[in-house]
Nanobody, 118 residues
Framework: QLQLVESGGGWVQPGGSLRLSCAAS????????MSWYRQAPGKERELVAA????????NYADSVKGRFTISRDNAKNTVYLQMNSLKPEDTAVYLC???????????WGQGTQVTVSS
């Protein structure tokens, strides 16, 4: 059974940093494209960062470029999101997603809350 479990969220002051982790199980991790999304109250879910191909190419939302970094460790079946210089507008539930390169089906974790405030 495919499972994605996020961790690392919490409260941080503006300018601070957090590192999110997404532990994957139940599927061949290296065969899936991994990404992070976020959803703030009253807003649509948006793509934050993605690793778009096996070579490790990345794609970021304009709002997080230069501040967030996505990475993956295939040996640990884990994808990370390093978030620096956090802003109040980064407050949201952050969700990990795994998309099968074969079927295109996307699977979701349950999310982890990130709150940026003073």
């Amino acid at each position: 059974q495919l499972q994605l479990v996020e961790s690392g969220g919490g409260w941080v002051q503006p300018g601070g940093s957090l590192r999110l982790s997404c532990a994957a199980s139940g599927f061949t991790f290296s065969s899936y494209a991994m990404s992070w999304y976020r959803q703030a109250p009253g807003k649509e879910r948006e793509l934050v960062a993605a690793m778009v191909n096996p070579a490790g190419s990345t794609n970021y939302a304009d709002s997080v470029k230069g501040r967030f970094t996505i990475s993956r460790d295939n040996a640990k079946n884990t994808v990370y999101l390093q978030m620096n210089s956090l802003k109040p507008e980064d407050t949201a539930v952050y969700l990990c997603a795994a998309r099968s390169r074969t079927t295109g089906i996307r699977y979701w974790g349950q999310g982890t809350q990130v709150t940026v405030s003073s």
